[in-house]
């Protein structure tokens, strides 16, 4: 017998593996299911939001908007969930559609509106999400390394976008902190002849290597990138076109990050 959430996952996988034979409507579907379309979860999340603030003890505040990159409303943690496996059902979407698989795995890592005031936990997911899929943190958590093995200049893309808003959040959270100092929060060096700043710092910097200090989903998505490049080496296919693609993306891109080391 299946209950709940296996019910829902099995018919979001059925209708995720019809990608290759009908990738315009599984691209609209996985788009809806990512909250990246649909002004109905919008209005609804607002209405929600007021009744919240009638009846919580503390002062919610304005509900934010969403992030650029990020989904306009809650995702159902199901389908979520299920796009995070190793082998994940977004494969034929990545094949069909890589674009449209791009904006939906940054929809599913980047967290979905908040209050302004914030009661949650402290922790150091600096607006990201994983839903409990890359904890340890490896380079086969995650659909980031077959994502790479597809279509590396999306898959270098999400990665390079999600390292990016992440640290700009973590600049973000630092600033607020009082105790923190307002410097020691970027790099700047001179490339090509021209001075290049960084955000990040030591502790951002090791965000490739640590399960300990970054954001999970993070630590999986570097740990992809560089487990991706040493396959390449090991199968003496060439790599230095990528290393150019994603070191022009870290320079010619708004806020280049640390942690794309």
């Given at each position: 017998?299946i209950h ?5 996952k099995?018919?979001y ?7 290759s ?8 579907l ?11 979860g919008?209005?609804?999340?607002r ?8 009846d ?12 650029p990159?990020?989904?306009?409303a ?7 969930e299920?796009?995070f ?9 990545i ?5 449209v ?11 979905a ?16 999400r994983?839903w ?8 086969f ?16 893309e999400?990665?390079?976008r ?8 973590w ?7 009082r ?6 929060l ?6 090509d002849?021209?001075?290049v ?14 399960a ?6 993070v ?10 490049l040493?396959?390449l ?8 076109s990528w ?6 993306w ?9 942690g794309?080391?």
């Open positions: 017998e709940g959430g296996e019910l829902a099995r018919a996988e059925a209708g995720l593996q019809a990608a034979d009908c990738p315009e409507e599984v691209s609209t996985v788009l809806e299911l990512s909250r990246r379309q649909g002004e109905e919008i209005e609804r999340l209405r929600d939001s007021m009744e919240d603030e009638t919580s003890h503390f002062p919610l505040g304005r509900l934010l908007d969403p992030w990159d990020g989904p306009r809650q995702v159902d943690h199901d389908f979520a299920l796009c496996d190793p082998n994940s059902p977004l494969i034929p979407l094949r069909a559609r890589p674009a698989a791009r904006e939906v795995l940054l929809a599913l890592t980047i967290q509106p908040r209050h302004e005031f914030y009661y949650g936990p402290p922790g150091h997911n600096y607006g990201t994983d409990g899929k890359c904890w340890p943190p490896f380079y958590q995650g659909p980031f390394l077959t994502f790479l093995q597809m279509n590396p200049s999306e898959a270098i999400v990665i390079i999600l390292v990016n808003f992440a640290t700009a959040r600049r973000e959270e630092c600033r607020r902190d105790e923190a100092p307002t410097d020691g970027d790099i700047s060096m001179l490339v002849n021209r001075v700043t960084w955000g990040g710092d030591d502790t951002v910097y090791a965000w490739y290597s640590s300990s200090v970054g954001p999970h989903v630590t999986c998505a570097l740990m992809a990138v560089e487990k991706w040493y396959d080496m090991d199968s003496k296919q060439p790599v230095e290393i150019e693609i994603i070191r022009v870290l320079l010619w891109n708004d806020a280049p990050a640390g794309m080391k």
